[in-house]
Each structure stands twice: as C-alpha cells, then as structure tokens.
C-alpha cells in the first residue's frame, strides 16, 4: 500500500509569487490533515478534510491560503501571494477513521523556501 | 489550550547506551491521547505509538519502552541499547478525544534530536 505522498518535495519562489502543494493521502482514508513547521517552531495544524468538507481550518493564518480537495482524493494547499514567513516544511497525513486518537499518516512534507 | 514540552533539544549517545527522551503536556481534558512519531532523515513522520489517558500502563515493543505518568502528565519515551539508525527527531504529540466526524488534531512538541554514535 502506497503512503502519504507530497509534491513538490521542495519550492523555492520569491515573496510575491504562488505557490500549490499538492498531497495524496492513503487510499481509502476520508481523513486529510495540513500542518506546518516553520523554522524553529513545532509542527502547527492548518486544517481537516473529511472528504471533501473543511472539518477544521482554525489553524490557516490568513486569508493568502487556500486548501482544496476537489472529489474527496487529493488535496491542494495553495499560498498566494507568499511572504518570507510562509517559508517551511509543510506536512501532509492521513487517517482512515474520524474521532479522537487515530493514528494520522504523513507524508515526507514539502520544504517551502519563499526569498 | 494544549501543550507539549520536549525540554531536550537535541541528545548524542553512543551505540548501545539506554536513552530517554521527554515529554511533558499539558490539557484541561480528562480523555485525550498520546503519540510519539519518529522522523528519519527522509523526512515523513512515522507513527510509534498511541496512549489513551486511561491507559497507564507502560508499553514495550523490542528496544523501545514508553512510561506514561498522569500524576506528572509525562509520557517519556527509553530507546534501549541505541543504534545509529535510532538517529533522528522524534516528536511527542497530544490530541482530545473526539465525537462524530470531528478530527482529532495533534497538538506537537519541538522534537528531539537524537544522534547516536558508533
């Protein structure tokens, strides 16, 4: 069984320019989560997918990011315009089963330079 | 609101020394789960264990051992007799307990980066 994959594995664009991750979570698992570890910080949530709904997305900070997942598969987590604090490791990861305590999947995350 | 503490940033033992990483949390709720994820140098993030917080019993799985303490809200984790592929930045993770279709967030600590030496 494939895991969570994430591409790009790394980006780099300058301040200004748009960037789109993109993650394909286990197959099968409704669940999708988007977190992010910013240089010297913890690994911080950003949102929840349940198929295709937005469960959770108190963890996006601003209004530059936008999170798809058209037909409940893959998701996309796009950054327009990026800024310099956006530069990170933003991860991907999966569960098949809602509730308190599964275990999430992730993916090798996608290393985001923004200069 | 949620919190975890990994107070060691960064740990170098020596091949076939016991190490202990920490972790310590913090939650106002009376059901909640633990995790420890593993980071290689690949990059993903690799499920090693889930606690609930009526479980406090300890769990081995081979050189691996985890101490769960509610008295202290810490749930450390022992590598025995390391390894150099033990090298890598293992993560504590907290996360409540929820209902229907909510998910359950992890709540992350900073790591720990352990390098083991030959």
Known sequence: EAGVTQFPSHSVIEKGQTVTLRCDPISGHDNLYWYRRVMGKEIKFLLHF?????????????????????????????????????????????????GGGHEQYFGPGTRLTVT | AQKVTQAQTEISVVEKEDVTLDCVYETRDTTYYLFWYKQPPSGELVFLIRRNSFDEQNEISGRYSWNFQKSTSSFNFTITASQVVDSAVYFCALSEAQVGDAGNMLTFGGGTRLMVKP
Request: charged share 25%; proline share 4%; hydrophobic share 25%.
């Open chain 1, 50 to 98: 349940v198929k295709e709904s937005k469960q959770d997305e108190s963890g996006m900070p601003n209004n530059r990011f936008l999170a798809e997942r058209t037909g409940g598969t893959y998701s996309t987590l796009k950054v327009q315009p990026a800024e310099l604090e956006d530069s990170g490791v933003y991860f991907c990861a999966s569960s098949h089963r809602t």
